[in-house]
Structure formats: C-alpha cells, structure tokens
C-alpha cells in the first residue's frame, strides 16, 4: 500500500516519513496529485503535482540556523521594490535569526535575463519557470514549499508574505515564545478566516472559483489569509502529503494551504487583533502592535515602517523560544543598494478622512516626509505614477 502511494509521483514532490498518514489517505481518497479539472474553459488548470523547473536558485548551502525562513513573493520586474527590502532588511538580519529570499514566476527574456544578473550579485531569488500570473500564485508558494523541503534547511518556522509587507520579527518572536513546545511544532498561524464559502458566482471577482471544479465542496472550515501565515518547518512533510490528496486545486493559495491543513487535522491559530495591518498604520507605536504591516497607498511607505522597526527599543531584543536557537549574523553583500522611486502598488480602499493623522514627518524615514506632504493636501501618494496591474 505505501509503495502504490507513491507510485508515479515525480521525484520534486517525494517526501519521506509520514507512512500511516500515505496510506491512510490513499485509501480514503485515492492515488495522490490526482485533481478534479473544471469544466469552464476560461478557468486554467494549475499543474500541481507535474515536474516543475527552478530557472534561479537562491544561495542556501551551509546556511546557518534561523529561526524565520520568509518566503517573499515579487512580482518578476519589481526590482525597486526587491533592492527597497535588501536595503531595509541588512540590518535586521545582523540582529534577529532571519533568512529570506523572493520568490517569483517567469516574465520576459529581458526580464529574466536581468533577473539571473540580480541573482548572481545577491543570491536570494528562487525563480519558476511558470508565468508571473495571479493564477499562478499556488504554483509559486507551493513549489517553493516542496523546494525548501526537499534542501532539509536548519530552520524553526516557514513565513510567506509579499514583498511589499514589513514583517515585525520582534513582535512575531513574542507570539510564538508564548507556545508550549507542542503548540510551536504544529504551528499554523495568522489571521484565520472560518466558515467561509467559494465565490462560485461572481464571476467578476478575483477569488471566483467555477463550480464544476468545486462541486459540492463550497464550504471551507478555516484558513490563514494571504498577507501573511507561519508554518513550522517539521509540520512541512504533513501539510504537503495532505496536499497532495485534495479533490481539486484552485488559484487560491491560501485557501489551498489551509485546506491542506484541514485534511491533515492541524489547526488555525488565530491572532485576532494585530496580525496585519491591511492598510498600513501611521504612529510607530500603533505599526509596532502589528505583525505584518501593508502599504495604505504605495511602496513608499516600506523604508517608514522598516525605521519604527530599528529604531525601536524592542527590536533590540531576541526573544528565545523552548526550543532554543541563538542569534546569528548572516553574511552580507557589501555592495550598495539603490532604487529608483519606488512603483505604486495599489490604491487606498479606505476613505482618508476616516484615518488619524497623528503623526511627525520627523519619525519617518527619509523620503516619508514628501509622501505625508501629498497624503495631508489630500493627493494620494500613488498619483501621477504608473500603477500595477
């Protein structure tokens, strides 16, 4: 029976360990990596569970232990946005137990050929050879899982995020130090989203799902939102079996991770309060209560809230866990980082009259004083710039 449930399953997504729960499923729901097709022609199928091919790869071997391993997703040309993080991210890497790399799917030969050069100099980018699509985002987050897997790294916890969200490690530190030791090992976390049902009506919306590939299974019973989760590492092998043996993959990726779970039997920890802040935050004590902090308006913002995080007290301080693992420092390219003005991400979904405006352009990094200069005569940051598809 555990040999059948393996049979025929490409090398890349082998994992080893996990027997009673391979045959188990097997038996429950059949050979793994087989999914239900949708019937709506405009509706791609996601090829999980075929060969994948790594164009970049980032440089990992003789990595020390870290607690963080962040999985940053990039969209293939945001180079400014990629260097905005190095530049922000060298100095806390020399103070917490932090490794992070940028995962991206395949644009252009200009665009990729730029991309292997950025690789050469910094060795962080693990690139696939799928399209840079929003539907491809579940190809990208789950290859990057089988691919860190597979390296067996020294380290404690796996973060997905985007490039343009600013990770409070600090803050995350102090959760997860609060776990009993068995809480830790099984964890999945961030903002959990319960009983909720698939879009399969709406066809304008982004998160519609046709209902020929979800069927009767409408109703999801929890998963962590994108912004942001924290999986274990040793809870890696577990998710990715159960994984494997879903009904049907769709485009999103949050909704499949905790699906995943779900199947699995490991539970959403939720963190009801200051997870995320969606819409960015404008009084550095207000930022330091969250774990992960979005834009409001654009990417400008990024170098405002990465100095709340240098700047501040806390950030001094690593927080050890019960499973203890010292900090380390990780080396660094010497080369400068530099960026031309950043591109515009997206715009506000909130009313500006609606948000408090108590803050000094004297706190914020350089360049944050001209964004709070437009954003206080009421000219969003973003106008007069390009904005992203």
């Known amino acids: 029976m555990l040999a059948e449930s393996q049979r025929g399953v490409p090398e890349q997504y082998a994992i080893e360990g996990e027997d009673l729960d391979k045959v188990r499923l097997l038996m429950q729901y059949g050979r793994p990596y087989h999914y239900r097709k949708a019937k709506l022609r405009t509706y791609s199928v996601i090829p999980y569970g075929y060969p994948f091919r790594v164009l970049q790869e980032p440089r990992l071997q003789g990595m020390d232990n870290v607690t963080f391993f962040t999985l940053m997703l990039s969209r293939s040309c945001d180079f400014d946005i990629r260097n905005m993080v190095r530049k922000n991210m060298k100095t806390l890497w020399t103070r917490f137990s932090v490794h992070s790399i940028f995962v991206l799917g395949s644009s252009d030969p ?218 380390v420092r990780l080396p660094m390219n010497p080369l400068l980082f530099t960026h031309s003005p950043p591109i515009a991400m997206r715009a506000p979904e909130t009313d500006s009259s609606s948000r408090s405006t108590d803050v000094s352009p004297a706190a914020c990094a350089p360049g944050a004083a001209a964004w709070w200069s437009r954003a206080t005569r009421g000219v969003p940051a973003w106008a007069g710039r390009p904005t992203a598809g």
């Open 110 to 327: 200009f665009c990729d050929e730029r991309i292997a050069e950025e690789n050469r100099l910094f060795g962080d980018i693990l690139q696939f050879d799928h399209s840079d699509t929003y539907n491809n985002i579940t190809l990208s987050v789950l290859f990057s899982l089988h691919y860190i897997h597979n390296l067996s790294l020294p380290i404690q916890y796996v973060l997905k995020t985007d490039s343009d969200c600013v990770v409070n490690y600090p803050q995350l530190e102090k959760l997860i130090g609060a776990l009993s030791e068995l809480e830790q090992s099984q964890l999945y976390m961030g903002m959990c989203d319960r009983d909720k049902k698939y879009n399969v009506y709406e066809v304008a919306r982004k998160n519609y799902i046709p209902l020929s590939l979800v069927q009767n299974e409408t109703f999801i019973p929890y998963y962590v939102t994108g912004g942001g989760y924290v999986i274990s590492y040793r809870l890696l092998p577990r998710l990715l079996v159960g994984m494997s043996h879903l009904s049907f993959i769709g485009h999103n990726e949050d909704v499949n991770v905790g699906r995943g779970m779900q199947l699995m039997h490991i539970p959403c920890r939720h963190v009801p309060k200051y997870w995320i802040a969606r819409h960015g935050c404008t009084q550095k004590k207000e930022c330091l209560k969250h774990v992960i902090i979005h834009p409001w308006m654009d990417v400008s913002e990024v170098p405002r809230y990465y100095s709340y995080l240098t700047e501040s007290p806390v950030c001094n301080k690593h927080v050890i866990h019960h499973t203890e693992i010292l900090p």
